[in-house]
């Protein structure tokens, strides 16, 4: 109002009718994306929660029954074991994929062609479908598979690498871990490519090792894109299906059994859909906790480190 104090009655009018074109315009632009992000996203979201409050079985009416669901969710032991299972391989898998990642990454950091083939070797099982490296690995790993195959010929008895409880576990950490550290490979590769040149000269003239740059000096400066590749691992972790139902199908005796192919091959095919669906909403809740929990965890430590 204080810029139109001085401006007559027609310079205000005009004025006016400016503003309201480009208010027209920015929610002109704007509206195709935000109603594609409520039809796509917010309503889904909306159903799935009203849907979880039911007790519907996909074909006949849906009865409110209010809480419910996640009153059984919580004593379900089904649920218990399978979260188990999912934090397990969430956080080892995480860990273990970002560090492997970080350290290859530092080790191919330089341009070369011999770099450029052993970062392609690395992202190529990223590029390959999930289920169908489920498939590759239960034929190597499978008691009929191709290790166990070639210990009998040496009169060695076969490695429950799918089919010990123990070792199911392992193998299908191992197997994602391999299948998804060359993601993060990239991501730390393209990072470093930011790091100043001139600051590692400085670095290596004040007498720093190899080890005190990259520990002290790189690692810090990347930190932003290992806390990303840090949230995006253990969000694709804690949804993990595909690998689990190629690999191991659950098995044995529920020993691989994460949350998601609780949700989708036991919950849903048992036609327990309003449960199957509350299942799903608290899946998408404690993702989102665990990536604001790991984006704040970060933050703080930034403004620790820079003293505000």
């Known amino acids: 109002m204080v810029e139109l104090a001085g401006l007559t009655d027609t310079q205000r009018r005009v004025r006016r009718r400016v503003r309201l074109r480009e ?27 009203y849907l979880s409050l039911t007790d519907w079985d996909g074909f006949s009416t849906a009865a409110f029954i209010g809480l419910d669901n996640y009153k059984h969710l ?75 195959n070639t210990l009998a010929k040496f009169g060695i008895e076969p490695v429950g690498f799918l089919f010990d409880e123990k070792f199911a576990v392992i193998s299908l950490i191992g197997v994602i871990v391999w299948a998804g550290f060359g993601f993060n490979v990239v991501l730390f590769v393209a990072a470093l490519q930011t790091v100043p040149a001139e600051l590692l000269e400085a670095a290596a003239i004040d007498g720093a090792s190899k080890r005190q740059i990259n520990t002290r000096v790189v690692i810090p400066m990347i930190a932003p894109v290992v806390t990303v590749a ?79």
């Open 23 to 49: 208010s027209a315009l920015s929610f002109g632009m704007m509206g195709p994306a935000v109603l594609l992000y409520t039809v796509m996203t917010v309503v889904p979201v909306g159903v799935a929660v």
């Open 74 to 148: 919580f004593d379900d032991p089904s649920s218990s074991d399978a979260w188990y299972v999912t934090g397990l391989i969430s956080v080892v898998g995480t860990v273990l994929m970002v560090g492997l990642g970080l350290v290859y990454a530092l080790a191919l950091k330089g341009r070369s062609r011999a770099n450029s083939f052993f970062r392609a070797v690395a992202y190529f099982p990223h590029v390959i479908s999930a289920l169908i490296l489920g498939y590759l690995w239960a034929a190597i790993l499978g008691t009929n598979g191709a290790i166990n």
């Open 230 to 308: 840090t949230v995006l691992n253990l969000v694709g972790l804690i949804r993990a299906y595909d690998i689990v139902v190629s690999l191991t199908g659950g098995g044995p005796a529920g020993s691989t059994q994460t949350f998601t192919y609780l949700i989708l091959a036991r919950s849903f095919e048992g036609t327990k859909v309003g449960y199957a669906t509350a299942q799903a909403v608290f899946l998408m809740v404690v993702s989102a906790v665990l990536a604001l929990f790991v984006t704040a965890l970060r933050n703080r430590q930034d403004q620790a480190a820079t003293g505000r």
